[in-house]
């Protein structure tokens, strides 16, 4: 039985998919930081990348959010999703557990607007801080930004 | 009285600070350094999550702190970082990276592009690995196709990116040296690396941003004669290669500046999901191409050197001793290179040939289709990773049945490696800042994307 099985056994509203020969967890919200904690006594010791993935015309829990784990003892993969509400979309960090998933979480704040509960530092940090909106949500448009420097090309 | 009534004319020129912009200035307030923080934050920013093995004992004048701002225009920042350091003297306490601006949105960018479009946009994120970002992005869409590229074009992609590693790691190591004192390092860094760079331009067009690894296999076959241009940088190379060392290696200077300087220890790596020559540099034996080998790597042999200590000086030798093994992969791809197709024999993904468009009609309307439409990708979602010189970099790709990716997120190695460094930095003098964050190595067209 390999490890990312029998951690999945653990867990009975967790589901292992297989999408293109990489395992996939699908668990639910109030699960993710129990789940995650496991899969790091299991081995799994970096995590590689959060990120998330906006559903918005095609789920009506909007938002997925994907995390990439790696264990370097097994050699092994896993990617675990969970999904966030529409409103108020909250999911637990995995800063307590992996302190790499720090700048990736607020990244993904930042261009999702997904809160990371119990991340210690959850500001934007590719946008300005004073900056409206999440730039990557399907429903944020790609358009023009006024520049600061605009009047300079009235010189005559 | 001719001059007077020129005098009068209004000539509507904004002066800065002479009147209020309409416009908020932008401020990164909620993503600075303060002087009062919460107990969570201190613990990042004095780099103590991990492991806490600086100490205290330096000598410090009355106590008094202060913060120090460094960058985004700084030339030793490798671009737009913006670090603030909170110094007790001579001595770095805390610091906290600031980082986007370079940020434009190319996850965005690549949700309005077609898949065959979307080499132009990946290219651009790590501009010294280009070759690497494209082979990351091409992996994943053949992955969601379930297309197989032909031997020739996994050889010639290999040849391609290790010969982007020696040249990435010649800059690394060019900045290194400038950043420290040795100029001339750089001088020689940069020379050659156009070696390099003349190589992939002579068969991609292109210096940089090559746009050349397409899904399906790469834009054209290797130029004439590119066995002898080969053969040309391996012989130069290690004669250069031992130059560096003469300078360098037994550099009391350099070595002063190098060793002992920005030390991180396996347990931080890991945790901080540090990859490449930096986690290497610590001793934690991990390559992405012998773990997860992609592209018929694992045919070529090759070893993967590892430092100890992981200070500035391991990690300036584990690049070095990178650029010899891949120039043995490059050697090894050069006498196996296998014949046949550059690019899949799947009409569906490879434009016709350029001779039989001006013959066939179907032809041209299958070429014009292709690069105006772009091929459709089966709903599915998947992460590949491939070996960068700066770490693990993947891409997670989501489609969902179209021609355009309904979600592309690069995971950038410099932008996870950058955020250790308050870990490097704690309690070091703010002298060898220059020193740690050029041993890092991060391209910030990465970092922002």
């Known amino acids: 039985m390999r490890i990312v099985e029998k951690l999945v056994a653990e867990f009975e509203q967790v589901t292992l998919e297989d999408s293109h020969g990489q395992d996939v967890a699908r668990v639910e919200n109030a699960d ?30 909007r938002y997925e959010v994907v995390a990439n784990l790696l264990s370097m003892q097994h050699r092994a993969r896993l990617r675990m999703i969970t999904t966030a509400p529409r409103q108020e979309p909250v999911v637990a960090s995995l800063v307590p557990l992996w302190p790499g998933a720090d700048f990736a979480e607020r990244e993904a704040y930042d261009m999702f607007g997904v809160v990371f509960e119990g991340h210690p530092d959850l500001t934007r940090i590719l946008m300005p801080d004073d900056w409206e909106g999440h730039p990557l949500r399907k429903d944020f448009g790609v358009g023009s930004v006024p520049v600061q420097f605009k009047a300079s090309h009235q010189v005559n | ?193 156009e070696l390099i760079l003349d190589f992939l331009e002579k068969t991609t067009g292109l210096r940089m941003n090559h746009n050349y690894i397409r899904p399906g296999g790469v834009a054209a076959d290797l130029h004439p004669g590119w066995k002898d241009d080969i053969a040309v940088i391996l012989e130069e190379m290690p004669i250069r290669f031992a130059q560096y060392d003469d300078l360098l290696r037994n550099n009391p200077i350099w070595l002063s500046r190098t060793k002992g300087v920005g030390v991180i220890t396996p347990e931080e790596a890991i945790g901080y999901a540090i990859t490449g ?105 998947t992460y590949v990773a491939v070996e960068s010189p700066r770490g693990e970099l993947g891409c997670y790709l989501v489609s969902d049945g179209g021609a355009m990716p309904y979600r592309m997120h690069t995971r950038a190695p410099s932008f996870a490696n950058l955020q250790a460094l308050p870990i490097t930095m704690a309690d070091s003098l703010m002298a060898d800042t220059v020193a740690t964050i050029a041993s890092m190595d991060p391209v910030m067209g990465d970092v922002d994307r």
């Not at chain 2, 992005?137 to 020696?166: F, K, Q, S």
């Not at chain 2, 690019?343 to 001006?358: C, E, F, L, S």
């Open chain 1, 32 to 61: 993710w930081l129990g789940f995650a904690s496991s899969a790091k006594a299991a081995g799994f010791e970096v995590c590689v990348d959060v990120t998330v993935v906006d559903r918005m015309r095609s789920r009506p829990e």
């Open chain 2, 1 to 193: 009285m001719s001059d007077e009534t020129k005098s009068t004319e209004t000539v509507d020129l904004w002066i800065a600070g002479t009147e209020e912009s309409q416009f908020a200035p932008t401020d990164e307030g909620a993503q600075e350094i303060s002087a009062e923080e919460s107990e969570s934050r201190l613990d990042a920013q004095f780099g103590r999550v991990v492991e806490d093995d600086y100490l205290f004992d330096e000598v410090v004048d009355d106590g008094e702190r202060m913060i120090v701002n460094m960058g985004p225009q700084h030339p030793s920042t490798h671009g737009v970082l913006r670090l603030q350091l909170e110094l007790e003297g001579e001595i770095i306490r805390r610091s906290k990276p600031i980082i986007g601006y370079l940020h434009t949105g190319m996850e965005k960018t690549a949700e309005g592009l077609t898949f065959s479009q979307g080499t132009t946009n990946v290219t651009r994120m790590d501009y010294l690995a280009p070759l690497h970002g494209e082979l990351a992005y091409c992996l994943a869409v053949e992955e969601l196709m379930g297309v197989e590229v032909p031997p020739r074009a996994d050889a010639i992609r290999i040849l391609m990116t290790e010969l982007n590693r020696v040249s990435s790691h010649l800059v690394a190591l060019a900045t290194n040296g400038m950043d420290i004192g040795a100029v001339s390092m750089m001088i020689y860094g940069f020379r050659e690396r």
């Open chain 2, 277 to 381: 020559p930096a986690l290497r540099a610590t001793g934690v034996d991990w390559d992405l191409r012998k773990a997860f080998p992609y592209s018929g790597i694992e045919n070529y042999e090759f070893d993967v050197p590892l430092g100890s200590k992981g200070d500035v000086y391991d990690r300036y030798r584990v690049r070095v001793d990178e650029m010899h093994e891949s120039l043995k992969i490059v050697e090894q791809v050069m006498d196996a290179m296998p014949k046949g197709d550059y690019r899949v024999d799947d009409r569906k993904v490879t434009p016709p040939p350029r001779a039989r468009i001006d013959e066939s009609m179907e032809a041209l309307i299958h070429h014009f289709k292709l690069f105006t439409e772009g091929f459709k990708v089966p709903e599915g979602e």
